[in-house]
């Protein structure tokens, strides 16, 4: 179960920090193979429930980078190399190919 379900007493009490996001993105890598793992055997409508999950956790993830702007310079470089060589995964691209 994805860890962006929080029970709603303990809502907004967690902190957040590098390890939350570290396995909160470790998730999203593993639903993002799931969704290809099954859209490869034509079971498009077995991603749905993880396309779901895959999509809350970058909304979470979009609304804490979005409330630290102080943190946003100094990783802008490294983010967009991260999108790039992630956008080339979902792809299914590696740098040996």
């Known amino acids: 179960m994805s860890?962006?379900?929080v029970p709603k007493k303990l809502r907004g009490k967690a902190t957040v920090?590098?390890?939350t996001i570290q396995r909160l993105l470790d998730e999203n890598d593993q639903l993002i193979r799931c969704i290809t793992e099954?859209?490869?055997k034509g079971r498009a409508v077995e991603?749905?429930?993880y396309q779901q999950i895959l999509h809350r956790n970058i909304v979470y993830l979009?609304?804490?980078a979005d409330a630290s702007p102080d943190s946003a310079?100094?990783?802008s470089n490294s983010t967009s190399n991260d999108t790039s060589a992630s956008a080339a995964a979902v792809?299914?691209?590696t740098e040996g190919s």
């Open 3 to 5: 860890i962006v379900f």
């Open 17 to 19: 920090n590098q390890e």
């Open 38 to 40: 099954y859209m490869q």
């Open 47 to 49: 991603c749905v429930q």
């Open 62 to 64: 979009a609304t804490i």
């Open 73 to 75: 310079a100094s990783t």
């Open 91 to 93: 792809n299914g691209h």
